[in-house]
């Protein structure tokens, strides 16, 4: 299949809108910032695939199980599992002290993609792999925002 213009400027680091060319700029700048404008209106969004349906993060211009092209954006639920996790008891930069102990997990969403984050509002010695959890939003400023997860109760019934 020809590569269209919009992928060939996207190798060579040139982005390209709907609008035409914008020198200076890679395609994958304006996937990034897509992904980050959605943040701060309290959203994760991804790619999907809608050839084969396959959800991926990071965003990119073409599915990386089917070469696809066409794809689409979608929301996430922001709920999800703690795929893997660690506590830290020691602060690596000053910025982190007052949070001590924190928790960073990779956060395996409901959609597929898996995120890195941290684990807030909850006692870190009781956490464990597969809990579920949800996001929850912290606004630094009006131009940052970060997506954290908290834990949420099992409903009753299920172990």
Request: hydrophobic share 35%; proline share 7%; with cysteine.
């Amino acid at each position: 299949m020809p590569m269209s213009l919009k992928d060939k400027y996207a190798i060579v680091g040139i982005g390209y809108t709907d609008q035409g060319r914008v020198p200076g700029r890679s395609a994958l700048s304006f996937y990034v910032e897509a992904c980050a404008n959605a943040i701060k209106e309290h959203q994760l969004r991804f790619q999907q695939c809608r050839d084969c349906q396959h959800i991926r993060c990071p965003p990119s211009i073409i599915c990386p199980l089917c070469y696809s092209h066409d794809t689409e954006w979608i929301v996430a639920s922001g709920k999800g599992k703690i795929y893997t996790f660690v506590v830290y008891h020691q602060a690596f930069h000053q910025a982190f002290e007052n949070d001590l102990p924190y928790v960073t997990a990779i956060v395996e969403l409901a959609e597929g993609p898996h995120l890195l984050s941290n684990i807030v509002g909850c006692n870190p010695e009781e956490i464990e792999c597969a809990m579920p959890v949800e996001v929850i939003w912290e606004d630094i400023s009006e131009e940052f925002t970060i997506p954290k997860f908290k834990i949420v109760a099992e409903p009753k019934g299920r172990s």
